[in-house]
C-alpha cells in the first residue's frame, strides 16, 4: 500500500476530505476563472492523425502510443493563477478508452520528437457516459517554468497524447458489491494540490453511487488541502459538488499568507481526518490522490481506524 501511495503522488501533474465546513475567509481575491492568454504564434502546428509507438520507456506502465490532439482552451482553476484548467480535443479512440476515474494519459510538446519530455496528467474530467460520446477531456495542471509550452498554449496548439494509461480508482472491485461483508455506505475523499483532479472526475462521474441524507446514496466527505485559498482549484465547482451530496472540507496549511482572514480548517489533510475520526470504518471506503507523506498519513489513519485497506483507493 505504501508503494501505490507513493506512486499515487506522481501521476497528479506536473508535479504530481463531516460537517461541511464553509469558506468563511474575509476579502478573499476572485474565484472566477480566468483566460489565460497564450504566447503570440505565426502559425499552428498541424498534425496527420497517427499512432506512433514512443522509444521512451518510462519503467512503469505500457509504452506511449502518440496521436495528434489539440488544446481548444486554457483558463485559470485557482485565483493565484497557479492552477490551470486545459480543454484538449482527443481522438474518439482516447475518449472510448477513459472508462474508469483515476486513469491518466502522457502529453507531450511535439508528437515527431522522440526524446520528447511527456507530462503526466490524471484526467480531471468524468468518463463520457456510454452513448453520449464526444472528443475533449481536461486536466488540472499547476504551472512551472516547464510545462509553460501547455499552461500558456493558445486555442489551437497542437501536442500529442497518448492512449489512455492505468486502471485508476478500482470502485467497481473494492467499493461496490459485498467482498468485505460490509456494504460500502461512506465515502471519504483526499486530496491536495492538482490531486484534486482525478478525486473531481470520480464525484462528477456518478460512479460512487453519492446522495444527500435521505435521498439514498453513499455519504461523501471530501478533505481539500492547498497552501492558501487563493491556490485552492475548483472552488467555483464547491457547491456544485455539495449539491449532489459531497460534504466540502477546504484545509489551509498556509493561513498566515492568505489575501484576507481564514476562518475555515488548518493544517494539513491527514491531521483533519484524525480530529474528525472515521464514525463507521468498516462501511467507509476512500479515494485518495495527492503529496507521498499525505496518502501515507491517511492511508495509516484510515486502516487504524478499521478501514479495510482493500478500500483505501489510489489510482495506482
Not at 3 to 27: E, G, N, R
Not at 176 to 182: A, H, S, V
Not at 188 to 198: R, Y
Request: glycine share 10%.
Amino acid at each position: 500500500m505504501k508503494f501505490l501511495a507513493i506512486i499515487a503522488s506522481l501521476v497528479v501533474s506536473t508535479q504530481a476530505f463531516v460537517p461541511s465546513t464553509p469558506i468563511t475567509y474575509k476579502s478573499i481575491v476572485s474565484t472566477q476563472p480566468f483566460a489565460v492568454e497564450g504566447p503570440a504564434h505565426s502559425q499552428n502546428l498541424h498534425y496527420t492523425q497517427k499512432r506512433c509507438p514512443s522509444n521512451l520507456y518510462m519503467g512503469w506502465g505500457p509504452d506511449p502510443e502518440w496521436s495528434p490532439a489539440t488544446v481548444t482552451s486554457t483558463a485559470g482553476a485557482s485565483s493565484s493563477g497557479n492552477f490551470i484548467t486545459i480543454a484538449v480535443d482527443v481522438p474518439s479512440s482516447v475518449v472510448e478508452e477513459y472508462k474508469v476515474p483515476g486513469q491518466y494519459v502522457q502529453v507531450k510538446q511535439n508528437i515527431d520528437d522522440p526524446e520528447g519530455k511527456a507530462l503526466f496528467l490524471a484526467i480531471a474530467s468524468a468518463p463520457v457516459k456510454e452513448g453520449e460520446g464526444g472528443s475533449s477531456i481536461e486536466f488540472l495542471v499547476k504551472k512551472t517554468d516547464s510545462n509553460a509550452w501547455i499552461t500558456d498554449a493558445a486555442d489551437g496548439t497542437a501536442v500529442a497524447i497518448s492512449q489512455v494509461l492505468g486502471g485508476g480508482f478500482p470502485i467497481a472491485e473494492e467499493v461496490d458489491g459485498f467482498k468485505y461483508d460490509f456494504p460500502c455506505q461512506n465515502a471519504l475523499l483526499f486530496a491536495n494540490g492538482s490531486g484534486i483532479a482525478p478525486i473531481r472526475a470520480a464525484i462528477e462521474s456518478g460512479l460512487l453511487n453519492i446522495g444527500k441524507p435521505g435521498d439514498g446514496g453513499r455519504t461523501a466527505r471530501l478533505y481539500f488541502g492547498c497552501s492558501t485559498p487563493a491556490d485552492m482549484p475548483y472552488i467555483s465547482k464547491f457547491k456544485e459538488w455539495e449539491a449532489i451530496g459531497v460534504e466540502v472540507v477546504p484545509v489551509i496549511s498556509q493561513p498566515e499568507n492568505s489575501q484576507g482572514e481564514w476562518t475555515g480548517r488548518t493544517g494539513y489533510v491527514q491531521s483533519c481526518l484524525e480530529e474528525d475520526g472515521v464514525a463507521i470504518p468498516r462501511n467507509t471506503g476512500a479515494l485518495l490522490c495527492g503529496v507521498k507523506g499525505m496518502a501515507e498519513s491517511v492511508t495509516d489513519v484510515l486502516t487504524k481506524a478499521g478501514v479495510f485497506e482493500g478500500r483505501v483507493l489510489t489510482n495506482f
